[in-house]
């Protein structure tokens, strides 16, 4: 069993940054993948970005390489999300999860869930 707790949302203006924290206990997750995903008001929920397990490959949305960075320390069982030039269409609740399955970018991959960061971003 693996617990996530995410930390770090809050509301920003338009361009500034974010880093979202996800901290795992229960077990050690250096060596399984990590993923965020968010979901907006009346939205899907949907891939944000996931890590290997060494942390030496990251895949990312369309909608946000390039502006966002995750990164990991397997050392504190914690992944990051680097959130740079926000927008307002990135306001979410921030979810980090662990996978059980191949597809990182799918969402019934991942058996465990953190309880989501709210992310607010103004115009």
């Known amino acids: 069993q693996v617990q996530l707790v995410e930390s770090g949302g809050g509301l920003v203006q338009a361009g500034d940054s974010l880093r979202l924290s996800c901290a795992a206990s229960?077990?050690?997750?250096?060596?399984?993948?990590m993923g965020w995903f968010r979901q907006a008001p009346g939205k899907e929920r949907e891939f944000v970005g996931a890590i290997n397990r060494s942390g030496g490959r990251t895949y990312y949305a369309d909608s946000v390489k390039g502006r966002f960075t995750i990164s990991r320390d397997n050392a504190k069982n914690t992944v990051y999300l680097q959130m740079n030039s926000l927008k307002p269409e990135d306001t979410a609740v921030y979810y980090c999860?662990?996978?059980?399955?191949?597809?990182?970018?799918?969402?019934?991959?991942?058996?465990?869930w953190g309880q989501g960061t709210q992310v607010t971003v103004s115009a």
């Open positions: 999860a662990c996978p059980n399955g191949v597809d990182l970018s799918a969402a019934r991959s991942y058996a465990y």
């Open positions: 229960g077990r050690t997750v250096s060596n399984l993948a």
